[in-house]
Nanobody, 121 residues
């Protein structure tokens, strides 16, 4: 019912910037929290940033001061601006939306397909 499409990944030099976006399509649902995760080779998937329906944000310590998460509720889209990128930021980045059907029921999480971010040194 809900599909998430990511974009904005790519190859960038250390110190550079990228802006990721993730848009949800479908109908009959509302979005609660939005989040970005990442997974590097040989590493567990980790939470990078999240934003609640009220606009509260939280960041992993490793990205504080460099990454900014934001949302556009009218477009059902979450963004993440990534500045001062480091080689250790290299990973596949996944968006996640927590949704709920207008008809009620439990919250359900949906994931984007992932977008590769590679930072060269």
């Amino acid at each position: 019912q809900v599909q998430l499409v990511e974009s904005g990944g790519g190859l960038v030099q250390a110190g550079g910037s990228l802006r990721l976006s993730c848009a949800a399509s479908g109908s009959g649902f509302s979005i609660n929290a939005m989040a970005w995760y990442r997974q590097a080779p040989g590493k567990q998937r980790e939470l990078v940033a999240q934003i609640t329906s009220g606009g509260n944000t939280d960041y992993a310590d490793s990205v504080k001061g460099r990454f900014t998460i934001s949302r556009d509720n009218a477009k059902n889209t979450v963004y993440m601006q990534m500045n001062k990128l480091k080689p250790e930021d290299t990973a596949v980045y996944y968006c996640k939306f927590r949704t709920r059907s207008y008809s009620g029921g439990l919250y359900r999480d949906y994931w984007g397909q992932g977008t590769q971010v590679t930072v060269s040194s």
